[in-house]
């Protein structure tokens, strides 16, 4: 049974946790990242990394790099290292491959990263890319 909580400025009651947890006591620790900074700082913590990225797979390289040669060294703040990377990008889904090139040269893909720009204002903003409110071009 959790014994509950009583701070400054929130409580938790105490309460039964169910079922009980089986194997490592301490989960692993993940941190949501931003900017090429943000995947340095998480491994320096020994945090694992949940990403977006908005360019090709392959440019992303770079900061697996720099993430993978911090994490070494990393001191975590957790139980233990969570040395893993998880990183979404876009993709189209259409009935034929011609479609889908179709959708991408039409603009359909502007407007997710002008929403990832609008709401995570840590990532790197690419030249010319507009500012909140405004997105990019349909």
Not at 15 to 21: A, D, G, S
Request: glycine share 8%; with cysteine; proline share 11%.
């Amino acid at each position: 049974e959790y014994e509950g909580f009583q701070g400054k400025h929130w409580q938790l009651p105490p309460r039964k946790v169910l079922p009980k947890p089986y194997g490592r006591s301490h989960p692993a620790m993940w941190y949501a990242a931003g900017s090429p900074a943000s995947y340095a700082m998480a491994a320096k913590k020994g945090l694992g990394v949940l990403g977006f990225s908005i360019q090709k797979v392959a440019d992303m390289e770079w900061v697996l790099e720099q993430y993978k040669t911090a994490v070494v060294d990393a001191e975590p703040v957790g139980e233990f290292v969570n040395d893993n990377v998880m990183v979404t990008t876009t993709a189209i889904c259409a009935p034929t491959h011609a479609e889908a090139i179709e959708i991408a040269v039409n603009g359909g893909l502007h407007y997710l990263p002008s929403l990832v720009f609008r709401y995570h204002d840590t990532f790197p903003r690419p030249e010319g890319f507009p500012v909140w409110p405004e997105t990019l071009p349909p």
